[in-house]
């Protein structure tokens, strides 16, 4: 079965922390995961995914096949990080479906 | 940065009557998608559509849902009986092709009374 877990609700921490916010998946074959972020009163973006290799806005993620997982870091939270976080895969075979998990809510503390 | 549109931002409408959203996908791309969220849920993905054809739908999009491509720019979700529990954000996202970046629609806010 497919599906995207992220344990955590809600994390809080303060700026200048790090941060983690943990992914986990499940998938039989090759997905291609990814981090997508809503911003209050914003649109669904796509934060990166694992096939760039990428780091944006600080972030990054790597993804490791043997945990199953695809947890995105920062090391020093900033204010403006605050918001919605979705981890997401699909399958690298077409355009299909995006599957998202049920999000991590950042809330940064000055 | 190119954008997917979709109108209206909010629609309230009484149990049972009928809804169409509607998405202007960006220019190029050739991949649409419908998803929705239920308040405090999780992003859940409803239809695909490609080449004027469903490539794929979840459980949720039953025979009350249905999508049109009606004029080669628009992409529309119709609700045909809306239920209370079609109440959620719903968003529009296309891709020009595969593993390319998914651009979402800023969201359709329905409530149904």
């Known amino acids: 079965a497919q599906r995207v877990t992220q344990p955590e609700k809600l994390l809080s921490v303060f700026k200048g922390a790090p941060v983690e916010l943990k992914c986990n998946y499940s998938?039989?074959?090759?997905?291609?995961l990814f981090w997508y972020v809503q911003y209050s009163r914003q649109r669904l973006q796509l934060l990166l995914r694992?096939?760039s290799r990428e780091s944006i806005k600080g972030f990054t993620a790597d993804l490791n096949k043997g945990e199953t997982s695809f947890h995105l870091k920062k090391p020093f939270a900033q204010e403006e990080d605050s918001a919605m976080y979705y981890c997401a895969l699909s399958g690298y075979s077409s355009a299909s479906k995006i599957i998202f998990g049920s999000g991590t809510r950042l809330s940064i503390r000055p | 940065e190119p954008e997917v549109t979709q109108t209206p931002s909010h629609q309230v409408t009484q149990m049972g009557q009928e809804v169409i959203l509607r998405c202007v996908p960006i220019?190029?791309?050739?991949?649409f998608y419908w998803y929705r969220q239920i308040l405090g849920q999780k992003v859940e993905f409803l239809v695909s559509?490609?080449?004027?054809?469903?490539?794929?739908k979840s459980e949720i999009f039953d025979d009350q849902f249905s999508v049109e491509r009606p004029d080669g720019s628009n992409f529309t979700l119709k609700i045909r009986s809306t239920k209370l529990e079609d109440s959620a954000m719903y968003f529009c996202?296309?891709?020009?092709?595969?593993?390319?970046?998914?651009?979402f629609g800023s969201g359709t806010q329905l409530s149904v009374l």
């Open positions: 694992h096939i």
């Open positions: 996202a296309s891709i020009t092709g595969k593993g390319e970046k998914l651009f």
């Open positions: 998938y039989s074959g090759s997905p291609e």
């Open positions: 220019s190029n791309h050739l991949y």
């Open positions: 559509f490609y080449n004027n054809e469903i490539s794929e």
